[in-house]
């Protein structure tokens, strides 16, 4: 999602800051759309390093018969930390 976001701040700064040719008096469309686009590539490039850092998760299950003919069911549950991704 956020990547997403920064697609369209990106999308709309541009468009402000080169395709509208309309004069304010009080605020600079050109700026704002020059701030807006740095702002959508801010976070572009933080929803890119946001996916690369998401953990994985893993789990076994096996089920085994025990010397009294017991089911023995064990589940392992494992989260890699970010180094070993």
Same mark, same amino acid.
């Given at each position: 999602?956020?990547?997403?976001?920064? %697609? !369209?701040?990106?999308?709309? =700064?541009?468009?402000? /800051?080169? /395709?509208?040719? &309309? /004069?304010?008096?009080?605020?600079?469309?050109?700026?704002?759309? %020059?701030?807006?686009? !740095? $702002?959508? $590539? &801010? !976070?572009?490039?933080?929803?890119?390093?946001?996916? /690369?850092?998401?953990?994985?998760? @893993? @789990?076994? @299950?096996?089920?085994?018969? +025990?010397?009294? =003919?017991?089911? &023995?069911?064990?589940?392992?549950?494992?989260?890699?930390?970010? +180094?070993?991704?």
């Amino acid at each position: 999602m956020s990547i997403g976001l920064g %697609i !369209v701040l990106f999308a709309i =700064g541009a468009i402000l /800051a080169f /395709a509208l040719n &309309v /004069a304010v008096d009080w605020i600079n469309l050109g700026m704002v759309g %020059i701030i807006l686009m !740095v $702002a959508g $590539a &801010v !976070v572009v490039i933080i929803g890119i390093i946001m996916l /690369a850092r998401r953990r994985t998760a @893993s @789990s076994t @299950s096996s089920t085994t018969v +025990d010397e009294n =003919g017991n089911k &023995v069911t064990r589940t392992e549950h494992t989260a890699p930390g970010p +180094d070993e991704v």
